[in-house]
């Protein structure tokens, strides 16, 4: 019996979907099922999978349900030990599936491993080496534009980044699957957020390499779409993921990190659909299911602060980083 499901979450990926698809057909790890979810696609990427992938199992949903749906459902149906999510718009290495099965097996305590995602239109730049998250309430990619050069060591990361990442699928039994209710982005911060504070670790896998396009589905990096949902997940994620205690404590933070980004947003011409994403999440966030703090969840949750303190400089160094190399 095969230990992996490659899950791929299909919408509209005609364009990009193929090369996906043939990268994973030249994989020297054979030992894995593809499951393919498609979005009610209508591009005919949908048609053309089932007619050139049938090695693969297709399901087609009876409309769009956004991402967390998607690979739930795929998560549910695949029978193996690990789940491994996978973007539509991506092409990997042809190690990238058995690297990650060998990473996620040094230790039953790691929940997801995320990979060496690179830049498919420039290969020599880092588009994610796993996800941080910090005080001001930001969730942002490690090394995304720097040099692939600078990304080779393993190491311990806040949550993986669902597109391209293994999980193991028991822990999903024990603290959930991915939050419906965020429809798409930031629940892979969430679902990683929460296997912490179960007491599960998240690490990042340099030699498992895929590369990425990016935005792909969403069309572009900022669109009203995309800014209100990211701004009212966010909100879920603090509601969900945070004790009383430290709430309190992190509330100036995120107060300033709030309003930070929506002095951007009304920059670029997005504020309206900050704020009304802002809205959307305080007004209905009662209806998510908050974690029952334990004891040793309030501990994790200590050490998980202090890590958000950590993420908060690794942030601002990199920021600066960022702007000295642009004004050099």
């Known amino acids: 019996m095969n230990k992996v499901s490659v899950i791929i979450p299909n919408y509209n990926g005609m364009k990009f979907v193929n090369d996906c698809m043939v990268s994973l057909q030249k994989q020297n790890y054979k030992a894995f099922d593809t499951i393919i979810i498609d979005n009610y696609s209508t ?4 048609e053309y999978l089932v007619d050139n992938y049938p090695e693969a199992i297709i399901k087609r949903m009876d409309k769009n349900y956004g991402f967390s749906i998607a690979v739930n459902e795929g998560i549910k149906m695949s029978e193996t030990e690990y789940v491994l999510l996978l973007n539509n718009d991506t092409e990997v290495d042809p190690n990238f599936v058995g690297e990650l099965v060998k990473a996620i097996e040094k230790d039953d305590k790691i929940f997801a491993v ?6 498919y239109w420039d290969r020599k730049v880092m588009d994610d080496a796993g996800d941080l998250y910090n005080l001001f309430g930001w969730a942002f990619q490690k090394g995304v534009g720097r040099s692939i050069n600078e990304y080779n060591k393993k190491s311990n990361v806040f949550t993986a980044c669902a597109g391209a990442a293994i999980y193991r699928k028991k822990v999903f039994e024990k603290i959930g699957y991915f939050d419906e209710k965020h429809f798409a982005y930031l629940e892979d911060i969430d679902i990683g957020y929460r296997a912490r504070i179960y007491g599960y670790k998240n690490v990042y896998c340099p030699t498992a390499i895929v590369y990425h396009m990016g935005s792909a589905t969403s069309g572009s990096k900022y669109n009203s779409f995309k800014v209100k949902l990211s701004a009212r997940n966010n909100i879920y994620l603090i509601y969900k993921n945070t004790p009383v205690w430290q709430f309190i ?3 100036p933070f995120l107060f300033a990190g709030f309003t ?3 002095l951007f947003f009304k920059k670029i011409g997005f504020v309206k659909d900050y704020i009304a994403g802002i809205r959307e999440g305080v007004l209905t966030s009662y209806r998510l299911k908050r974690i029952d703090f ?3 969840m309030h501990k994790r949750c200590l ?5 958000l303190i950590a993420n908060t400089f690794v942030y601002v160094k990199d920021y600066l980083d960022r702007r000295s190399k642009k004004e050099s």
Do not use: C, P, R, V
């Open 294 to 296: 334990d004891k040793e």
């Open 43 to 46: 591009d005919g990427s949908y």
């Open 260 to 262: 930070i980004k929506a």
């Open 249 to 251: 404590m992190n509330f």
């Open 303 to 307: 050490m998980i602060e202090l890590e």
């Open 114 to 119: 995320s990979s060496k995602m690179i830049s």
